[in-house]
T-cell receptor, first 117, second 115 residues
């Protein structure tokens, strides 16, 4: 089974609108972390937001928020007021086990987001 | 400050040749990771160093792949007898491991093409 599933290969969104990128995960660990990264055409992975499995509140970072639904094992990224510069690939990733243990990340296949002016 | 750097940015080689890819992590970062990203896929974990030692090399696909980090800073990923299937972008990341969320900072990658 895939550990991280991103079902939207591509999305087109009008500038200034909000967009939700889907991510579901599969793990038997009680302690884990979920990350979202942005990869522009330049290729560099940029960290956006993090949610720990024990965090009770949804994470927020500026225009980014994470809709964490633990029982459904989903961790969707919400981008508010989208901008042209948001056009990029977006990857959901998971660290299984506690923080400061083995920190290797398992990534999904990504969603290509295109913002339309 | 300076981010993670990787050299070369592009490497073209012939099947059967040996290649070395270099990663310079962010100064002070104790953890270093190598990932491989094939076209249209997310990065795939290869190996993780904590200091000088490889803490987890479970992602290395076979014994043609080897990585070192002799002084706990710069790391080199070595690929022997390259095959066309090794063509991918090789990403390096580092983290400081001192506070949550302990995010990984990625370099720009080395695009390896095996002809």
């Amino acid at each position: 089974a895939q550990k991280i599933t991103q079902t939207q290969p591509g999305m087109f969104v009008q500038e200034k609108e909000a967009v939700t990128l889907d991510c579901t995960y599969d793990t038997s660990d009680q302690s884990y972390g979920l990350f979202w990264y942005k990869q522009p055409s330049s290729g560099e992975m940029i960290f956006l937001i993090y949610q720990g499995s024990y965090d009770e509140q949804n994470a927020t970072e500026g225009r980014y928020s994470l809709n964490f639904q633990k029982a459904r094992k989903s961790a969707n990224l919400v981008i508010s007021a989208s901008q042209l510069g948001d056009s990029a690939m977006y990857f959901c990733a998971m660290r299984e086990g506690p923080n400061f243990g083995n920190e290797k990340l398992t990534f999904g296949t990504g969603t290509r987001l295109t913002i339309i002016p | 400050g300076a981010g993670v750097s990787q050299t070369p940015s592009n490497k073209v080689t012939e099947k059967g040749k040996y290649v070395e890819l270099r990663c310079d992590p962010i100064s002070g970062h104790t953890a270093l990771y190598w990932y491989r990203q094939s076209l249209g896929q997310g990065p795939e974990f290869l190996i993780y160093f904590q200091g000088t030692g490889a803490a987890d090399d479970s992602g290395l696909p076979n014994d043609r792949f080897f990585a070192v980090r002799p002084e706990g800073s710069v790391s080199t990923l070595k690929i022997q007898r390259t095959e066309r299937g090794d063509s991918a972008v090789y990403l390096c990341a580092s983290s400081i491991r001192d506070s949550s969320p302990n995010e990984q900072f990625f370099g720009p990658g080395t695009r390896l093409t095996v002809l």
